[in-house]
């Protein structure tokens, strides 16, 4: 049994597996729960295991990556074209084995733990979410009626129309 690709489909609770072979014949469909799904891979050789790309994603992928795993996590987007039928979650982790094993596909990286979208804003980096002060206060440059960015400087303030009244 040489497993050339999995794709794993990931839910809430259910996680579904799907092992391909070289000419994308399936070999294994499975259903599992996430402590399942570990002790699964773990007693499986190395091998490239392709998951959808989302938050619980880069999770397990670094778990998989422990266990010697090749691991791709790949966008949604990009799955989507590689279903054959209706969306089900068996037919999800198939897509995802097939497009994991094509040379010209787009990945995502796997994020590190601890890594963080904004730096400075980690847990326990002392940030408290506030905006600095110099960020409240406008640009001298433009208190003056001046436009720095237009070519040609500073216009005019607007006139007063000749009327007697303002305009609104």
């Known amino acids: 049994m040489q497993i050339a690709s999995i794709g794993i489909d990931l839910g809430k609770t259910t996680f579904h597996l799907v092992a391909l072979r070289e000419r994308n014949k399936i070999l294994v469909r499975r259903k599992f729960s996430r402590s399942q799904l570990l002790a699964d ?14 938050a619980g994603a880069h999770f397990l992928g670094a778990v998989l990556r422990e266990q010697g795993h090749q691991v791709r996590l790949i966008p949604a987007q990009f799955v989507k074209p590689y279903r054959k039928t209706n969306k089900n979650d068996f037919i999800d982790a198939e897509a995802i084995a097939e497009a994991v094993s094509k040379q010209n596909m787009r990945f995502v990286q796997i994020k590190e733990p601890g890594a963080t979208r904004y730096p400075g804003h980690a847990p326990g980096s002392g940030s408290t979410g506030t905006t600095s002060h110099r960020t409240d206060q406008r640009d001298p440059r433009l208190s003056a009626g001046t436009r720095p960015h237009v070519r040609g400087g500073a216009h005019p303030p607007a006139q007063e129309p000749a009327l007697g009244y303002r305009r609104c």
């Open 41 to 54: 891979t773990a007693n499986l050789a190395s091998s490239l295991i392709g998951l959808e790309a989302g």
